[in-house]
Nanobody, 123 residues
């Protein structure tokens, strides 16, 4: 099992950057694909990015390609989401999640979820 805990959210102006971190407990962190999801007010939670356990493959939703970068440090049991060129439409609660035998965007396959961190982008 892993238990993700997000940090790094906050308030930023449009065009700015933030880096989210997700620290996960457990000795098998590298066995899990990790994903970032977000939920804006009044909207359903959506996929943002994912990375394989090895870190060898990544996947992004089209709206963040070229702006966001997901990475991981398995020695630190941590996954990151570097967010650049932020826009007001990126405002949401961002969640980190872990999937043991799946790599992709379908959140139904992610078994372990953090509590979320708020990202607010002002115009």
């Amino acid at each position: 099992q892993v238990q993700p805990v997000e940090s790094g959210g906050g308030l930023v102006q449009a065009g700015g950057s933030l880096r989210l971190s997700c620290a996960a407990s457990g000795r098998t962190f590298s066995s899990y694909a990790m994903g970032w999801f977000r939920q804006a007010p009044g909207k359903e939670r959506e996929f943002v990015a994912a990375i394989r356990g090895s870190g060898g493959s990544t996947l992004y939703v089209d709206s963040v390609k070229g702006r966001f970068t997901i990475s991981r440090d398995n020695a630190k049991n941590t996954v990151y989401l570097q967010m650049n060129s932020l826009a007001p439409e990126d405002t949401a609660v961002y969640y980190c999640a872990a999937a043991r035998y799946f790599f992709g965007a379908d959140q139904r396959y992610y078994s372990y979820w953090g509590q979320g961190t708020q990202v607010t982008v002002s115009s």
